[in-house]
């Protein structure tokens, strides 16, 4: 480890120092005294733009990184070569450019016929909407996470654990009177002998542990016990722990959906049944959907009819075929918006007829179907009538009826009868509301109105019935007059008077579409997968017409024309004409075999025909039409294609002299289907030409046509009399003027334009092309932005197009880079800034993301696509192009200056300099970019500039994009530039996957990682990470309003460079982060904003998946050295100190390891920064949530190695965990900042059997209370306490959360459980001791941290023993403080107040992790709490046995140490707290086995220097042999025979065990109320039978002295029946202990135990007086004894010094000498 100066060391890499006393006077008094340090505070405070500012330490500052490519060669050439090719370097096929087939819905896609050429812009189209998605992959991205996802089976693979705590004891039969019982309440003065109980009689032992005495060598049995620890041991112990909340993962970037078809919600309505009350006629139904409240149609019409065989036949003669397709009788109707005004409405034609609407419809009015019989004659003669007509006018309809319902309300109904907790319901739900979520926000209020009435996607198929018709009136036909109809239903919820009905039925069934179903066939009536095997009737798509917006852009090719004859009005014309009908043709010219099949034919028909006919409204000169004439367009259209309407008279009654037909010519009229080369659509007016149409009529429109000889005759003298709609729905035609000019004039560089080029009324000549393309660049945000949207992917590839090739225009190179580049610029700013659309949770465009996830490629060499020169010839390429049509080198650079010294607001406006400004000008500088003549010419001639050899120049001929992308950034400007910055991420993205796409075609060539980019570019790229950073820095100085700006740019620059890594040199991206770090450090930010901005930036790249690689993991000296168990004197020795230092070493994060493993130790560098951080007033939040976010960060990335397979061999393991070994120091000396708090409530009781006032049970107190009793009220125990009191004042010790107490503990257990087993052993030895007792401090606190809390904890929480704790530990500060004085006294009376409203807000504090868990519970299932139950319980026995594996590692180490005496009691103390805690049976096993280890080994140690925790030994063993489990009532027994064993080898020793034992068990029967004597009588049986078959100790005094005091024992224990018997009586008790304890007048050590269990039964119950009195007893007793030890003034004479309280304690004198006598 490099030497550093005191003063130059980091606080987080100081090691702790002890001070004495003087020293820390001398400190605090030159601190306060000292002006300099009030000079400091003074300017601290004077810096408001800082608040809060921290002074950043000098050693802060990032590390030079290695040359990690240079590393690597020389490491991978030599070494473990088969390992470190395998983990060292990235994989050969890491990187990976695919190309993915678009998943297409229907059997083909979409397109045009083929054979037909297609122009430029509808080719590009087509070539989009159905080429291959790019996607740029690496092969192991996401490894770590992965397994994230797999922890929902991880139950089926644990073995359940066994708790005492989760065990029912077995209910102990009906007991039998002692014989005993009777002697002692008869004569109580006399002492219980072996007689009233005998062991041997009538119990079992239990089953003796296998092989107790086997190994008399210390290594084998050390070997045994470590085979056995190692079994069944689950290897991820991450996997174990809950997920934590997922708010803070700022490396989870989600991958955007795959661009689709949008689809609203679907549902299905299938036509069951139309019924009217006579069947005399073919009906027709038409079916679309109406929102009132948006007073529009949102879907297209759905035709079907229900006519039997015979109606069909009626028909015959108009119908030449019938295609499969029209025999549908249900449709998938889309609904985007739900709102509660949508009505179906199902209109009802017939044939036409002769007669009004009234006179047609009478008959169904007045004959009923019960009449039948009746009425037979006439209904003969109407359905010979309807044959008739149907024979003559079939191909013409009228109206007849129509019926609504409102579809919202029905589905609403459906879904409050769909049982609530059926799981499709749930599941439908959510899915509703993630495809809610994609649509724009205009319409949220409507989406939650909608939300609480019906779920679209999961409601119960429901019928509906419509009995009743409302007849059609030949006035009121039009839309408008339906939505008033509608609005008068809604208001009045029946049909007015006026409104006449017809009775009938139509039955239709409503469900919910999940999948596509079989047979289903799109608008484009292409079939949808999947295709029926069967010929089924299919089920037609209804295409939406949404009632707003839907920003999402086009996918697939459709060209769809809507027509819709709205109104003709014939009344000031003199003419018979009354029966009027229209027919519609799409021609492709001018001659009557011109006309196309492209019109969708109806039900029970044709496909496609070539004429449609609206409906006739009989005797109407001024007929409405609802008409809906659906058109697929031509993909191909010319001037010559347009719309013919021809107006027919239609005679019903045909006439003596009528010849054939029934149609009388009235007119015509048309529509051009282009106008200036866009699509028509909207409202038109036309007129009507009465005799013939005008030559080449179809290139003018009917307003505007020429002239004519001889001339055209008009209808109403050339005025409009025909009012239509034309609606489109094309993923070809733009409909938006900007868009069209600008793909207009893109497509003209491409050749085969004639100039001058016609754009709409402009015509631009071949010289001005350039200058209309610019400014039809520039005008492309001024777009409409759902046109923009659906286009958004052909824009952009367009605008990327131009930024990349040069552009030859007339035979001069026109670039327009910059300027395509700066609207790609205001696109993406425009997106951001619509509330219409969505972002993520990084403030992502979720529909660039898309894009460029998905879509986004680099385009075809330019080389291909540059335009020939006016002669044909392509221009000259002896010279390089450069990128931007840059005026001068003077004009840029004043430009750059100009950039930052604009309002944002209005360029135009100059704003004052800054010293920010002044700091991107210097970067700028730096990089060469304000230099004259600095890559600003637009044109280099190659001659005069010869490339170099090196990688610095660019390719002669062509541009690669990522260059020039990089470059715009670098050099854009004013509003241009802010954005760029503003919206970095799409840039850096844009960058990555450009740069992947040329990574990939180098790979190809095998060009080194060094060779793949140019240093130019590197650059460029060193510019724009500066540039971003310094922005950051000016946001977070100034500007804390857009803080959340700033972090998301830091989230996108760190994604960039962790990009990065798997493109470039990784020495030069590591170079980036230095400068980065550094360049942030530099910036006056507060403390914990630093190191926020900094961990987010560090953990998104430390998530790299090939971090490792990067970290040079493998490279760390993870081997333990050569000799992990030198000898002593090897130790003396100075190459051993030198072993030490390197080993100590390992656990320190010094400059060597920082620089070697560089992204490891930033990240650490961070965690011990914020856990060094001082608490300074208002900012306390904001430093926890810092801590907690260091913390995490460490977390996630420790849990992605454990759950990476990539690292599931323990050798790599080992590797990865040497890796984090300064980890574990800082955590070590972070030890007094956590929370050892159990987060969650132990289970059970405690194994005392507990009282509520048990201190076991609190919670541990306040850590600055902790140290007010440990008589250390400043915490000089803190890490780097002498530095750190500067200002004690403002200082205090920082405690973090239990949870994320528990999230660092982890960690280090992770690391301990992975790290190599020899290597932790040296770093044991070589430790200081003190730092050796904050490790074993450290394992107490995992031990606590991580307790079982109990499966019946699971089920029902005990708030009152919460609430008892908490009140527990306030009373014991409340006292500790009112100890300290006046200061305590106030701070209890100010703090009260807060106290209480602590307590009452408790649930709303999330640090407080058991009432959010039993939050949670409540809505758990008991199989859900049964899992959790598992997993918690390997979680604990897996991290207590990892915890015993580092202590068996410290004691093998103790003979090697120098203390070995108090790492030995250290170590025992660890293991009782292990026995006090809620353990397994199988960690309980094995710590069983490392307590008799520790015996074996050290017993004279622990029994001659440890004597109270050999008693606290005793009194643990015995609690378990009193266990109802079986297994640890065996271990327990072993443990305490072998105990009796290794003490017997002293008298002293073994005399001392036996009183212990003697003493813990009337403690224990004294103080438990759930003490089971039964099981302990039972285990002293075991016991005694150790010793009786212990050959080899047979022949020696110890089988009879264990025999002996298992009698004692066995005495003791028959006292607890007689007072388990009074223990509903506290008087007869309490006598019963008196007598008990009089019994043992001649074991003083017994009667003083008896004497203090009264005393506290008496306290219990409130009875101070008795439980004092007991006391001062038991006080007589000890002074007694001890004035027999020795005199001293200061001692007590003996009993007589008490006499005065109580004449009675001279019977302890008494008794005291009689025993001495015996």
């Given at each position: 480890m490099?030497?550093?100066?005191?003063?130059?060391r980091?606080?987080?890499?100081?090691?702790?120092?002890?001070?004495?006393?003087?020293?820390?006077?001398?400190?605090?008094?030159?601190?306060?005294?000292?002006?300099?340090?009030?000079?400091?505070?003074?300017?601290?405070?004077?810096?408001?733009?800082?608040s809060?500012?921290?002074?950043?330490?000098?050693?802060y500052?990032?590390?030079?990184?290695?040359?990690l490519?240079?590393?690597?060669?020389?490491?991978?050439?030599?070494?473990?070569?088969?390992?470190?090719?395998?983990?060292?370097?990235?994989p050969?096929?890491?990187l990976?450019?695919e190309?993915?087939?678009?998943?297409?819905?229907?059997?083909?896609?979409?397109?045009?016929?083929?054979?037909?050429?297609?122009?430029?812009?509808?080719?590009?189209?087509?070539?989009?909407?159905?080429?291959p998605?790019?996607?740029?992959?690496?092969?192991?991205?996401?490894?770590g996470?992965s397994?994230?996802?797999?922890?929902?089976?991880?139950?089926?693979?644990?073995?359940?654990?066994?708790?005492?705590?989760?065990?029912?004891p077995?209910?102990?039969?009906?007991?039998?009177?002692?014989?005993?019982?009777?002697?002692?309440?008869?004569d109580?003065?006399?002492?219980?002998?072996?007689?009233?109980?005998?062991?041997?009689?009538?119990?079992?032992?239990?089953?003796?542990?296998?092989?107790?005495?086997?190994?008399?060598?210390?290594?084998?049995?050390?070997?045994?016990?470590?085979?056995a620890r190692?079994?069944?041991?689950?290897?991820?112990?991450?996997?174990?722990?809950?997920?934590?909340?997922?708010?803070?993962?700022?490396?989870?970037?989600?991958?955007?959906?795959?661009?689709?078809?949008?689809?609203?919600?679907?549902?299905?309505?299938?036509?069951?049944?139309?019924?009217?009350?006579?069947?005399v006629?073919?009906?027709f139904?038409?079916?679309?959907?109406?929102?009132?409240?948006?007073?529009?149609?949102?879907?297209?019409?759905f035709?079907?009819?229900?006519?039997s065989d015979?109606?069909?036949?009626?028909?015959?003669?108009?119908?030449?075929?019938?295609?499969?397709?029209?025999?549908?009788?249900?449709?998938i109707?889309?609904?985007?918006?739900?709102?509660?005004?949508?009505?179906?409405?199902?209109?009802?034609?017939?044939?036409?007829?002769?007669?009004?609407?009234?006179d047609?419809?009478?008959?169904?009015?007045?004959?009923?179907?019960?009449?039948?019989?009746?009425n037979?004659e006439?209904?003969?003669?109407?359905?010979?009538q309807?044959?008739?007509?149907?024979?003559?006018?079939?191909?013409?309809?009228?109206?007849?009826?129509?019926?609504?319902?409102?579809?919202?309300?029905?589905?609403?109904?459906?879904?409050?009868?769909?049982?609530?907790s059926?799981s499709?319901?749930?599941?439908?739900?959510?899915?509703?509301?993630?495809k809610?979520?994609?649509?724009?926000?205009?319409?949220?209020?409507?989406?939650?109105?909608?939300?609480?009435?019906?779920?679209?996607?999961?409601?119960?198929?429901?019928?509906?019935?419509?009995?009743?018709?409302?007849?059609?009136?030949?006035?009121?036909?039009s839309?408008?007059?339906?939505?008033?109809?509608?609005?008068?239903?809604?208001?009045?919820?029946?049909?007015?008077?006026?409104?006449?009905?017809?009775?009938g039925?139509?039955?239709?069934?409503?469900?919910?579409?999940?999948?596509?179903?079989?047979?289903?066939?799109?608008?484009e009536?292409?079939?949808?997968?999947?295709?029926?095997?069967?010929?089924?009737r299919?089920?037609?798509?209804?295409?939406?017409?949404?009632?707003?917006?839907?920003?999402?852009?086009?996918?697939?090719?459709?060209?769809?024309f809507y027509v819709?004859?709205?109104?003709?009005?014939?009344?000031n014309?003199?003419?018979?004409?009354?029966?009027?009908?229209?027919?519609?043709?799409?021609?492709?010219?001018?001659?009557?075999?011109?006309?196309?099949?492209?019109?969708?034919g109806?039900s029970?028909?044709p496909?496609?025909?070539?004429?449609?006919?609206?409906?006739?409204?009989?005797?109407?000169?001024?007929?409405?039409?609802?008409?809906?004439?659906?058109?697929?367009?031509?993909?191909?259209?010319?001037?010559?294609?347009?719309?013919?309407?021809?107006?027919?008279?239609?005679?019903?009654?045909?006439?003596?002299?009528?010849?054939?037909?029934?149609?009388?010519?009235?007119?015509?009229?048309?529509?051009?289907?282009?106008?200036?080369?866009?699509?028509?659509?909207?409202?038109?007016?036309?007129?009507?030409?009465?005799?013939r149409?005008?030559?080449?009529?179809?290139?003018?429109?009917?307003e505007?046509?020429?002239?004519?000889?001889?001339?055209?005759?008009?209808?109403?003298?050339?005025?409009?009399?025909?009012?239509?709609?034309?609606?489109a729905?094309?993923?070809?035609?733009?409909?938006d003027?900007?868009?069209?000019?600008?793909?207009t004039?893109?497509?003209?560089?491409?050749?085969?334009?004639?100039?001058?080029?016609?754009?709409?009324?402009?015509?631009?000549?071949?010289n001005?092309?350039?200058?209309?393309?610019?400014?039809?660049?520039?005008?492309?945000?001024?777009?409409?932005?759902?046109?923009?949207?659906?286009?958004?992917?052909?824009?952009?590839?367009?605008?990327?197009?131009?930024?990349?090739?040069p552009?030859?225009?007339?035979?001069q190179?026109?670039?327009?880079?910059?300027?395509?580049?700066?609207?790609?610029?205001?696109?993406?700013?425009?997106?951001?800034?619509?509330?219409?659309?969505?972002?993520?949770?990084?403030?992502?465009?979720?529909?660039l993301?898309?894009?460029?996830?998905?879509?986004?490629?680099?385009?075809?060499?330019?080389?291909?696509?540059?335009?020939?020169?006016?002669?044909?010839?392509?221009?000259?390429?002896?010279?390089?192009?450069?990128?931007?049509?840059?005026?001068?080198?003077?004009?840029?650079?004043?430009?750059?200056?100009?950039s930052?010294?604009?309002?944002?607001?209005?360029?135009?406006?100059p704003?004052?300099?800054?010293?920010?400004?002044?700091e991107?000008?210097?970067?700028?500088?730096?990089?060469?970019?304000?230099?004259?003549?600095?890559?600003?010419?637009?044109?280099?001639?190659?001659?005069?500039?010869?490339?170099?050899?090196?990688?610095?120049?660019?390719?002669?001929?062509?541009?690669?994009?990522?260059?020039?992308?990089?470059?715009?950034?670098?050099?854009?400007?004013?509003?241009c530039?802010?954005?760029?910055?503003?919206?970095?991420?799409?840039?850096?993205?844009?960058?990555?996957?450009?740069?992947?796409?040329?990574?990939?075609?180098?790979?190809?060539?095998?060009?080194?990682?060094?060779?793949?980019?140019?240093?130019?570019?590197?650059?460029?790229?060193?510019?724009i990470?500066s540039?971003?950073t310094a922005?950051?820095?000016?946001?977070?100085v100034?500007?804390?309003?857009e803080?959340e700006?700033?972090?998301?740019?830091?989230?996108?620059?760190?994604?960039?460079l962790?990009?990065?890594?798997?493109?470039?040199?990784?020495?030069?991206?590591?170079?980036?982060?230095?400068?980065?770090?550094?360049?942030?450090?530099?910036?006056?930010?507060?403390?914990?904003?630093?190191?926020?901005?900094?961990?987010?930036?560090?953990?998104?790249?430390?998530?790299h998946?090939?971090?490792?690689?990067?970290?040079?993991?493998?490279?760390?000296?993870?081997?333990?050295?050569?000799?992990?168990?030198?000898s002593?004197?090897?130790?003396s020795?100075?190459?051993?100190?030198?072993?030490?230092q390197?080993?100590?070493?390992?656990?320190?994060?010094?400059?060597?390891?920082k620089?070697?493993h560089?992204?490891?130790?930033?990240?650490?560098?961070?965690?011990?920064?914020?856990?060094?951080?001082?608490?300074?007033?208002?900012?306390?939040t904001?430093?926890?949530?810092?801590?907690m976010?260091?913390?995490?960060?460490?977390y996630?990335?420790?849990?992605?190695h454990?759950?990476?397979?990539?690292?599931?061999?323990?050798?790599?393991?080992a590797?990865?965990?040497?890796?984090?070994?300064?980890?574990?120091?800082?955590?070590?000396?972070?030890?007094?900042?956590?929370?050892?708090?159990?987060?969650?409530?132990?289970?059970?009781?405690n194994?005392?059997?507990?009282?509520?006032?048990?201190?076991?049970?609190?919670?541990?107190?306040?850590?600055?209370?902790?140290?007010?009793?440990a008589?250390?009220p400043?915490?000089?125990?803190?890490?780097?306490?002498?530095p750190?009191?500067a200002?004690?004042?403002?200082?205090?010790?920082?405690?973090?959360?239990?949870e994320?107490s528990?999230?660092?503990?982890?960690?280090?257990?992770?690391?301990?459980?992975?790290?190599?087993?020899s290597?932790?052993?040296?770093?044991?030895?070589?430790?200081?001791?003190a730092?050796?007792?904050?490790?074993?401090?450290?394992?107490?606190?995992?031990?606590?941290?991580?307790?079982?809390?109990g499966?019946?904890?699971?089920?029902?929480?005990?708030?009152?023993?919460?609430?008892?704790?908490?009140?527990a530990?306030?009373?014991l500060?409340?006292?500790?403080?009112?100890?300290?004085?006046?200061?305590?006294?106030?701070?209890?009376?100010?703090?009260?107040?807060?106290?209480?409203?602590?307590?009452?807000?408790?649930?709303?504090?999330?640090?407080?992790?058991?009432?959010?868990?039993?939050?949670?519970?409540?809505d758990?299932?008991?199989?859900?709490?049964?899992?959790?139950?598992?997993?918690?319980?390997?979680?604990?026995?897996?991290?207590?046995?990892?915890?015993?594996?580092?202590?068996?590692?410290?004691?093998?180490a103790?003979?090697?140490?120098?203390?070995?005496?108090?790492?030995?009691?250290?170590?025992?103390?660890?293991?009782l707290?292990?026995?006090?805690?809620?353990?397994?049976?199988?960690?309980?096993?094995?710590?069983?086995?490392?307590?008799?280890?520790?015996?074996?080994?050290?017993?004279?140690?622990?029994?001659?220097?440890?004597?109270?925790?050999c008693?606290?030994?005793?009194?643990?063993?015995?609690?378990?042999?009193?266990?109802?489990?079986?297994?640890?009532?065996s271990?327990?027994?072993?443990?305490?025979?072998?105990?009796?064993?290794?003490?017997?080898?002293?008298?002293?020793?073994?005399?001392?065990?036996?009183?212990?034992?003697?003493?813990?068990?009337?403690?224990?029967?004294?103080?438990?109320?759930?003490?089971?004597e039964?099981?302990?009588?039972?285990?002293?049986?075991?016991?005694?039978?150790?010793?009786?078959?212990?050959?080899?100790?047979q022949?020696?005094?110890?089988p009879?002295?264990?025999?002996?005091?298992?009698?004692?024992?066995?005495?003791?224990?028959?006292?607890?029946?007689?007072?388990?018997?009074?223990?509903?009586?506290p008087?007869?008790?309490?006598?019963?202990?008196?007598?008990?304890?009089?019994?043992?007048?001649?074991?003083?050590?017994?009667?003083?135990?008896?004497?203090?269990?009264m005393?506290?039964?008496?306290?219990?119950?409130?009875?101070?007086?008795?439980?004092?009195?007991?006391?001062?007893?038991?006080?007589?007793?000890?002074?007694?004894?001890?004035?027999?030890?020795?005199d001293?003034?200061?001692?007590?004479?003996?009993?007589?010094?008490?006499?005065?309280?109580?004449?009675?304690?001279?019977e302890?004198?008494?008794?005291?000498?009689?025993?001495?006598?015996?």
């Amino acid at each position: 480890m490099a030497s550093l100066a005191s003063a130059e060391r980091r606080a987080f890499a100081l090691k702790i120092n002890r001070h004495s006393s003087a020293e820390i006077r001398r400190h605090f008094g030159g601190t306060y005294g000292s002006p300099q340090v009030s000079m400091q505070h003074s300017h601290r405070g004077s810096n408001a733009s800082a608040s809060m500012c921290f002074t950043m330490p000098q050693s802060y500052d990032a590390v030079e990184p290695l040359d990690l490519e240079e590393f690597l060669m020389s490491q991978l050439q030599g070494g473990d070569a088969a390992l470190m090719r395998e983990l060292g370097d990235f994989p050969d096929d890491d990187l990976e450019v695919e190309h993915v087939e678009k998943e297409c819905r229907t059997i083909r896609h979409s397109v045009p016929d083929e054979g037909v050429e297609l122009d430029f812009h509808v080719r590009d189209c087509v070539q989009s909407y159905t080429q291959p998605w790019l996607m740029v992959s690496r092969r192991c991205q996401g490894d770590g996470w992965s397994a994230y996802s797999e922890r929902a089976s991880l139950h089926k693979t644990l073995q359940k654990q066994t708790f005492e705590s989760d065990l029912q004891p077995e209910k102990p039969e009906t007991r039998v009177k002692s014989p005993s019982l009777a002697v002692l309440s008869d004569d109580s003065g006399r002492t219980l002998t072996s007689s009233d109980f005998d062991l041997r009689s009538g119990l079992t032992p239990d089953p003796r542990v296998d092989g107790l005495l086997r190994f008399s060598n210390h290594d084998d049995l050390d070997r045994f016990n470590l085979e056995a620890r190692q079994g069944n041991r689950h290897a991820d112990l991450f996997a174990l722990y809950p997920p934590t909340d997922e708010d803070d993962a700022v490396e989870i970037r989600p991958i955007p959906d795959c661009p689709k078809e949008h689809m609203g919600d679907r549902i299905i309505i299938r036509c069951q049944a139309i019924r009217f009350e006579i069947d005399v006629e073919p009906l027709f139904a038409t079916l679309a959907l109406y929102d009132l409240r948006e007073k529009k149609k949102i879907s297209e019409n759905f035709y079907c009819d229900l006519n039997s065989d015979q109606f069909k036949g009626f028909l015959k003669p108009h119908t030449p075929q019938t295609d499969h397709s029209t025999l549908s009788r249900a449709a998938i109707f889309s609904i985007t918006y739900p709102s509660p005004d949508i009505y179906l409405v199902i209109k009802i034609e017939k044939v036409l007829q002769q007669g009004e609407i009234s006179d047609c419809a009478e008959p169904y009015m007045v004959m009923k179907e019960s009449d039948s019989a009746k009425n037979k004659e006439k209904l003969e003669k109407l359905r010979s009538q309807s044959e008739t007509f149907c024979q003559r006018l079939g191909r013409y309809r009228m109206p007849f009826a129509w019926a609504t319902v409102n579809i919202m309300n029905v589905i609403s109904t459906a879904t409050l009868d769909r049982d609530t907790s059926d799981s499709d319901s749930l599941n439908g739900k959510s899915s509703s509301l993630d495809k809610r979520g994609q649509l724009p926000r205009r319409n949220s209020e409507r989406f939650a109105t909608m939300e609480d009435q019906c779920n679209m996607s999961a409601f119960k198929p429901a019928t509906i019935t419509i009995s009743t018709f409302c007849k059609q009136e030949g006035d009121r036909l039009s839309d408008e007059d339906l939505f008033k109809f509608l609005a008068d239903i809604k208001k009045f919820s029946s049909l007015q008077r006026r409104i006449k009905t017809i009775s009938g039925m139509i039955k239709l069934d409503v469900t919910p579409v999940h999948d596509n179903p079989m047979a289903c066939l799109s608008a484009e009536l292409i079939p949808v997968k999947p295709v029926a095997e069967k010929n089924l009737r299919p089920i037609k798509e209804v295409l939406e017409f949404p009632s707003s917006e839907v920003y999402v852009p086009h996918s697939t090719y459709r060209n769809l024309f809507y027509v819709y004859p709205q109104r003709l009005n014939f009344v000031n014309r003199l003419t018979s004409a009354r029966n009027i009908t229209i027919k519609i043709q799409f021609m492709s010219g001018e001659d009557p075999s011109c006309v196309l099949p492209v019109i969708f034919g109806k039900s029970n028909g044709p496909e496609f025909v070539q004429e449609v006919y609206t409906p006739v409204t009989y005797h109407n000169k001024s007929p409405d039409f609802y008409e809906e004439v659906k058109i697929a367009l031509p993909a191909r259209l010319t001037e010559r294609h347009h719309l013919l309407f021809t107006f027919y008279h239609i005679s019903c009654q045909q006439k003596q002299n009528q010849t054939a037909t029934s149609e009388t010519f009235i007119g015509f009229s048309w529509l051009p289907i282009l106008s200036c080369d866009r699509l028509q659509t909207g409202q038109y007016c036309l007129p009507i030409a009465l005799d013939r149409l005008p030559v080449n009529y179809s290139l003018h429109s009917p307003e505007k046509i020429p002239p004519q000889v001889p001339p055209v005759r008009w209808m109403e003298s050339h005025k409009g009399v025909f009012n239509l709609e034309i609606q489109a729905v094309s993923s070809v035609h733009t409909q938006d003027n900007h868009l069209e000019r600008f793909f207009t004039l893109c497509h003209a560089l491409k050749g085969g334009a004639m100039f001058p080029l016609r754009v709409r009324e402009e015509k631009i000549p071949e010289n001005k092309l350039e200058h209309e393309l610019k400014l039809s660049i520039i005008s492309l945000p001024s777009s409409r932005l759902e046109p923009l949207v659906l286009y958004l992917h052909l824009v952009l590839d367009q605008l990327f197009t131009l930024i990349m090739q040069p552009m030859v225009i007339a035979g001069q190179i026109a670039n327009l880079a910059q300027i395509a580049f700066e609207s790609v610029v205001s696109i993406v700013n425009s997106l951001h800034n619509s509330q219409e659309l969505a972002r993520d949770q990084q403030g992502r465009n979720g529909l660039l993301a898309t894009y460029l996830y998905w879509v986004f490629r680099l385009a075809d060499s330019p080389r291909d696509l540059l335009n020939t020169g006016p002669d044909g010839v392509l221009p000259p390429t002896e010279g390089r192009y450069s990128t931007m049509g840059r005026a001068s080198a003077s004009t840029v650079g004043a430009m750059l200056l100009q950039s930052r010294l604009r309002s944002s607001s209005n360029p135009d406006i100059p704003a004052p300099h800054s010293a920010e400004d002044t700091e991107v000008k210097n970067i700028l500088s730096a990089k060469g970019y304000n230099n004259p003549g600095c890559r600003m010419s637009t044109y280099v001639d190659s001659s005069s500039h010869p490339q170099r050899s090196t990688g610095g120049t660019r390719p002669s001929n062509r541009k690669q994009f990522h260059e020039e992308l990089a470059l715009q950034m670098v050099v854009s400007t004013g509003v241009c530039r802010e954005n760029v910055y503003k919206y970095a991420w799409f840039f850096f993205e844009l960058l990555v996957k450009s740069m992947a796409q040329h990574v990939s075609q180098l790979e190809k060539q095998d060009v080194p990682r060094r060779s793949r980019f140019s240093d130019r570019f590197k650059d460029d790229i060193a510019t724009i990470v500066s540039v971003v950073t310094a922005e950051m820095g000016t946001i977070l100085v100034k500007q804390q309003k857009e803080m959340e700006q700033a972090e998301k740019v830091n989230i996108s620059l760190a994604f960039f460079l962790y990009d990065l890594l798997s493109l470039m040199d990784r020495g030069f991206v590591f170079i980036l982060v230095k400068n980065y770090c550094n360049q942030m450090s530099a910036k006056s930010i507060s403390m914990p904003t630093m190191i926020g901005i900094r961990l987010e930036f560090l953990r998104i790249l430390c998530s790299h998946e090939h971090y490792l690689n990067l970290s040079l993991y493998f490279s760390s000296p993870a081997s333990a050295p050569a000799s992990p168990c030198p000898s002593i004197s090897s130790q003396s020795s100075s190459s051993c100190s030198f072993q030490e230092q390197r080993i100590l070493g390992l656990f320190d994060l010094s400059q060597e390891f920082k620089q070697q493993h560089y992204l490891t130790g930033l990240l650490l560098t961070e965690l011990s920064a914020a856990l060094d951080m001082e608490s300074e007033g208002s900012v306390d939040t904001h430093r926890g949530k810092v801590q907690m976010k260091a913390i995490n960060a460490t977390y996630s990335l420790l849990c992605a190695h454990d759950l990476d397979q990539r690292c599931a061999q323990p050798e790599v393991r080992a590797k990865v965990a040497t890796l984090y070994l300064p980890l574990v120091g800082i955590i070590i000396d972070s030890i007094n900042y956590l929370d050892f708090t159990v987060s969650e409530a132990r289970g059970g009781k405690n194994k005392t059997g507990g009282s509520d006032e048990d201190p076991d049970n609190v919670t541990p107190i306040n850590q600055s209370i902790a140290m007010a009793i440990a008589g250390n009220p400043f915490n000089t125990l803190a890490r780097n306490a002498l530095p750190s009191m500067a200002s004690v004042s403002g200082k205090a010790v920082a405690t973090l959360s239990a949870e994320t107490s528990r999230n660092l503990l982890l960690c280090f257990l992770w690391v301990m459980k992975n790290a190599e087993r020899s290597l932790i052993q040296r770093w044991t030895v070589d430790m200081p001791s003190a730092q050796l007792n904050r490790l074993l401090e450290l394992l107490t606190i995992c031990v606590s941290c991580f307790e079982y809390r109990g499966k019946q904890s699971s089920d029902k929480v005990s708030t009152q023993a919460l609430q008892k704790s908490q009140q527990a530990k306030m009373q014991l500060e409340d006292s500790l403080l009112r100890g300290i004085g006046a200061r305590g006294e106030m701070m209890r009376r100010v703090g009260g107040s807060d106290r209480a409203g602590q307590r009452e807000n408790l649930r709303w504090r999330k640090d407080l992790t058991q009432w959010r868990q039993t939050n949670d519970r409540q809505d758990k299932t008991k199989a859900e709490l049964d899992q959790e139950a598992l997993i918690s319980g390997n979680l604990a026995t897996e991290s207590n046995l990892i915890v015993l594996d580092l202590l068996e590692t410290i004691v093998q180490a103790v003979p090697l140490a120098d203390c070995k005496d108090s790492v030995v009691g250290g170590v025992l103390r660890v293991l009782l707290h292990c026995l006090t805690c809620n353990q397994s049976t199988t960690f309980l096993s094995h710590c069983f086995s490392t307590l008799r280890a520790l015996i074996v080994k050290f017993g004279d140690l622990l029994f001659e220097e440890e004597a109270e925790q050999c008693a606290d030994l005793c009194q643990k063993v015995l609690q378990y042999c009193s266990s109802h489990e079986g297994g640890n009532r065996s271990q327990a027994c072993a443990t305490l025979y072998l105990i009796m064993r290794c003490s017997f080898s002293s008298a002293n020793n073994f005399s001392r065990v036996k009183m212990q034992v003697t003493m813990s068990l009337a403690s224990l029967v004294g103080k438990s109320d759930d003490f089971h004597e039964e099981y302990l009588r039972r285990s002293l049986r075991t016991i005694l039978a150790y010793a009786e078959e212990d050959t080899e100790m047979q022949n020696t005094p110890l089988p009879s002295q264990v025999d002996e005091l298992l009698r004692n024992l066995n005495s003791i224990l028959s006292d607890t029946v007689k007072m388990r018997e009074f223990q509903e009586d506290p008087e007869m008790l309490m006598d019963l202990m008196y007598r008990i304890a009089k019994g043992y007048q001649t074991s003083p050590d017994l009667r003083l135990t008896w004497l203090q269990n009264m005393a506290e039964k008496h306290k219990n119950r409130k009875c101070f007086t008795e439980s004092a009195m007991c006391l001062v007893h038991a006080a007589a007793l000890v002074a007694e004894y001890l004035s027999m030890l020795e005199d001293h003034k200061y001692l007590p004479v003996g009993s007589v010094t008490f006499q005065n309280i109580s004449p009675n304690v001279l019977e302890e004198s008494d008794w005291l000498v009689g025993w001495l006598v015996d």
